[in-house]
């Protein structure tokens, strides 16, 4: 059987295929790419922050998504907390945690790695009031919004450069506190985490010590000075844990004039195994900053602490 096939007219390419074939391998691409993105790398889904006149920002209230495959929850007050009956039912020990993406975790920490969700346990809730990049200010803020929940002390995790971390009140950065679900997670790898990668690949990160803030030091002396059992926690940076020297450490300085309890978290946490980068504690750091925030329970309340 002979099939006779005629040649363009003049050896011409038929642009209409070509350009059909090219939308259709860029259709496919994308599709994969979204799904691949999207179900394997679990991006297209941020937790969510919003503006506070007072605070600066917060977590959008009612959050419950899934980041690199981690659970996120974050309650109606803003907390990365399940929800909890602001009476405290009789026989519970409540503990206010705040801080900043150090108890907070990020995306990086399932919510039952949490070392705040580790000890809400056995009649204990540990409420984890924080945000990224959260100072003093912040944190004293959210306290005169919200209040302290009947909490039966305050726990405050404060790090070296918190003394100078001030509020700015500037327009939130999408790529760092996005108030918006994106459309697709394609646009959520390619806009807040490609060029973070590549920035990261240039040059190592640097510890900075920022001077201290007067306002921030104030927070912080309030917040030691409120109405209930106050502990504090400081938190060491990896080259902190390793050399054993901390920074200008104003933080444990206003604790001991104050005479609130001081409790180093660098005695819980080692530093070849408990951290996911230069501050952030990964899940072995996180079960290392529970047994600090016990160690904060077991000063304060030696009676009652469970053993």
């Not at 974050?74 to 993406?101: C, Q, W, Y």
């Not at 900075?208 to 000075?225: D, G």
């Amino acid at each position: 059987m002979n099939i006779n096939v005629k040649p363009p007219v003049g050896g011409q390419v038929d642009w209409l295929i070509v350009w059909v074939s090219l939308l259709s391998v860029c259709f496919w691409a994308f599709v994969g790419g979204e799904l691949f993105c999207r179900y394997y790398l679990g991006l297209g889904t941020p937790p969510l922050s919003v503006a506070h006149p007072t605070i600066e920002y917060m977590w959008a209230p009612n959050q419950d998504v899934y980041r690199f495959g981690n659970h996120i929850v974050i309650n109606e007050l803003g907390m990365r907390s399940a929800h909890f009956p602001i009476t405290k039912p009789s026989g519970e020990f409540r503990a206010l945690v705040v801080g900043d993406s150090v108890i907070n975790g990020g995306a990086l920490t399932d919510q039952a790695d949490l070392a705040t969700n580790i000890l809400s346990v056995d009649g204990a809730l540990y409420l984890n009031a924080s945000a990224g990049s959260w100072g003093p200010e912040n944190e004293e803020a959210y306290i005169n919004r919200f209040g302290t929940f009947n909490a039966d002390m305050l726990i405050l995790v404060l790090s070296t450069h918190d003394a100078g971390d001030v509020p700015t009140f500037a327009a939130l950065n999408p790529k760092t506190h996005p108030t918006v679900t994106p459309w697709f997670a394609l646009s959520d790898a390619a806009f807040r985490y490609f060029p973070r990668y590549l920035r990261w690949k240039e040059k190592d990160p640097k510890e900075i010590e920022i001077p201290p803030a007067r306002s921030a030091l104030a927070a912080i002396t309030r917040m030691m000075h409120l109405k209930l059992p106050v502990c504090v926690i400081t938190h060491a940076t990896m080259m902190e844990n390793k050399s054993g020297v901390r920074g200008q450490g104003y933080e444990a300085n206003l604790a001991a004039a104050s005479g609130v309890p001081i409790i180093d978290d660098a005695q819980f946490i080692s530093a070849e195994t408990g951290y996911q980068d230069m501050i952030h504690l990964n899940k072995v750091g996180q079960i290392g900053l529970s047994q600090a925030m016990a160690k904060c329970r077991a000063v304060v309340f030696p009676k009652t602490a469970p053993l």
